[in-house]
């Protein structure tokens, strides 16, 4: 990703309200909320082809690179996940927060498949490559939910260093569709 076009969504994200009463946006987090839980079970239970089981961890950061959280769930198929309830500062406005609700389940489908299948790292042309990875599996409104949870939120963290508030809002589509078109060059994007 271009830093000017980062810059821009950074810009976007940090200039948006914490929430919003729009129905629109209540519905596109709904409906990642329930994408997100039927990747979950998909990935993690019984039926999956390789489950990884997920383990709720009370370390903030149980992996000290990508590298091994992707040895976690590629080898062991195991993924340590932090739960966001233990982060009381930073709590997501509209996914349920509780240990093991929508909200970790979307982070730990996250993890599992950008950072361990596919090996991405947590650089910012990694985090980049996940969102891309992400948005082809989700459908509809949960896309736009989920540009503002990975892409919003990671553009803050590569331009500021800054760790972006969780937000409730949806990014000007134009804006994220142009991102979308702005992908990284071959080989800039894992680990």
Known sequence: MNADQARRVAMAFADAPR???DPSIAHAYADLSEQACRWFDRLT???????VRVVYTRCAEPYVSAVELA?????????ELWPVAYDRDRR????DSRIGGPYDRFRAVH??????????GFDRDGEYSAWLAEDRLY??????ALATELHGEHSVRW??????????????????????????PAGHERR
């Open 19 to 21: 929430s919003s009463a």
């Open 139 to 144: 459908r509809g409104a949960a896309r736009k």
């Open 159 to 184: 331009t500021s260093g800054d760790l972006a508030d969780h937000k409730a809002v949806l990014l000007d589509e134009r804006l994220i569709e142009a991102s979308r078109r702005n992908r990284p």
């Open 71 to 79: 040895e976690s769930v590629r080898h062991h198929r195991v993924l």
């Open 92 to 95: 997501p406005p509209l996914l």
């Open 45 to 51: 239970g019984p039926r999956g082809r390789r489950p």
């Open 111 to 120: 993890d599992i498949l950008s950072h361990g299948w596919l090996q991405l």
